[in-house]
């Protein structure tokens, strides 16, 4: 099976639940960019609650600008907000001392465009669990992709889909806020470990 989907900044559990449930990835990054949306976005569970963590990028005066063309606007160390920010978030959780480290050299290199940091930041996701990421980009803009599973809807902020249900897992402010369903798969990675594969796989 096929699917077309955005590669977005540590994207959540249904993003990662999607493609390890499809044998071809293709990365849609010919539409137009869309702000306010996941695709520059992450949430995070914080000991206050559910973390909004954004990439910030280049203010252009073009109405229509296309997802791989969007730059990030590193006048800021953003990257180190972004990285104790996570830190201060997991550090007591299971597994984050055994990846803090990887995290640590992604956020050390800074990336010219957004497609460049999200595509980093869903290798390093596989490269925990000893897996590989494979995908193809999309060569054109397509409204319709016959044959395909189309879920680029994932990347809005506000996508919900009641049919979705989530497995539970032990969250480190569970007891104080309860359980929050798909957050960034840092969370359960943090939480959960290595094993989320199995956890995600159908």
């Not at 597994?95 to 010219?112: D, H, Q, T, W």
Request: aromatic letters at 20%; proline letters at 2%.
């Amino acid at each position: 099976m096929s699917l077309v989907i955005h590669p977005t900044y540590f994207p959540n559990i249904l993003f990662f639940s999607k493609i390890l449930n499809h044998n071809r990835i293709f990365f849609e990054i010919n539409d137009n960019y869309i702000k306010q949306s996941l695709r520059n976005r992450t949430l995070i569970y914080h000991a206050n609650g559910v973390l909004k963590l954004s990439v910030p990028v280049k203010y252009s005066s073009k109405k229509n600008r296309k997802f791989k063309d969007i730059e990030i606007c590193n006048d800021t160390n953003w990257q180190k907000k972004h990285f104790k920010s996570i830190k201060f978030a997991y550090q007591s959780s299971p597994y984050f001392e055994f990846y803090e480290n990887s995290f640590e050299k992604l956020f050390k290199k800074k990336e010219k465009f957004l497609i460049d940091i999200n595509l980093k930041s869903i290798a390093l996701l596989f490269e925990l669990i000893d897996r590989k990421l494979e995908y193809t980009f999309t060569e054109k803009y397509y409204e319709i992709y016959n044959g395909y599973t189309n879920s680029r809807e994932i990347s809005n902020f506000n996508f919900s889909d009641k049919s979705l249900s989530f497995k539970k897992y032990t969250q480190v402010f569970e007891t104080k806020f309860g359980f929050k369903e798909n957050l960034s798969m840092l969370d359960l990675l943090f939480n959960y470990g290595p094993n989320y594969y199995n956890f995600l796989v159908k």
